[in-house]
């Protein structure tokens, strides 16, 4: 037997060591994207795809998502501009994981809330209470 | 009506603008968390929290994950000795997903692969085909 005749197509060895591209969707037909700015190298956003936004990303290379809310696929930017052009993808150990290197058009934001990154607020403890603190929009940089 | 009046506890526009931490749980119990080495400011590792795993972290200073093919909840490094030592948390606009800035122990990887980072290769096409490439060791930092 040899080296290659071992290597089931779906064995968590191939996915993990191999060369293959074979995504693995949840049980909602969902990966994880974690969108990064390409020159900034901070993330912007987390979002899901689905096995077609997939496919439309790396076809087109603009970035599309999967809207839980919507139901529906999403090309980023459509409607405001923050387009996300793909300059790599790279993929996590077992394939359920995506990072989304981006250059971003428009404002050169990714939140819905106008800022540059969805993640603006560290959460702080404080004795027992947990709140949230506004991060300096100068320092939301990863 | 004063401003505080208008806002419900559980409304977007106070999950996405207020203090309050009320982190929003999918169908699966599940918010995912993207973990940061908080020195060389990459992406280590995509992971999920439940309730349990997230107020552990909180509580303890170190991070705790849901392990969804184990069905447990898993305090990472108590086998490996890569444990994470959270940093800061962050937070995004609708709350289902943090960033988990940490400082890493035992041999300061975070993947069972043996690598640092979960995310070692890149997606490639090439005409149809679509493959993985190996990025270098000393280029897997986001």
Tied chains: 1, 2.
Excluded at 4 to 31: C, H, I, Q, Y
Excluded at 65 to 71: D, E, F, H, P, V
């Amino acid at each position: 037997m040899n080296e290659t005749a071992k290597l089931e197509p779906d064995s968590p060895s191939n996915r993990e060591e191999g060369r293959a591209f074979s995504p693995r969707f949840g049980a909602d037909g969902l990966v994880t994207c974690v969108t990064i700015d390409a020159a900034r190298r901070d993330v912007l956003m987390v979002g899901h795809m689905n096995e077609a936004a997939l496919r439309a990303t790396l076809a087109t290379g603009t970035v599309h998502y999967w809207s839980r809310s919507r139901g529906a696929l999403w090309r980023k930017g459509d409607t405001s501009g923050q387009t996300q052009t793909l300059v790599e993808m790279r993929v996590d150990c077992d394939q359920d994981a995506f990072l989304a290197f981006v250059n971003v058009g428009g404002d050169g934001g990714a939140c819905h809330t106008g800022r540059r990154s969805c993640f603006y607020r560290k959460v702080e403890t404080d004795g027992g209470a947990t709140r949230l603190a506004f991060i300096e929009p100068s320092t939301t940089n990863g």
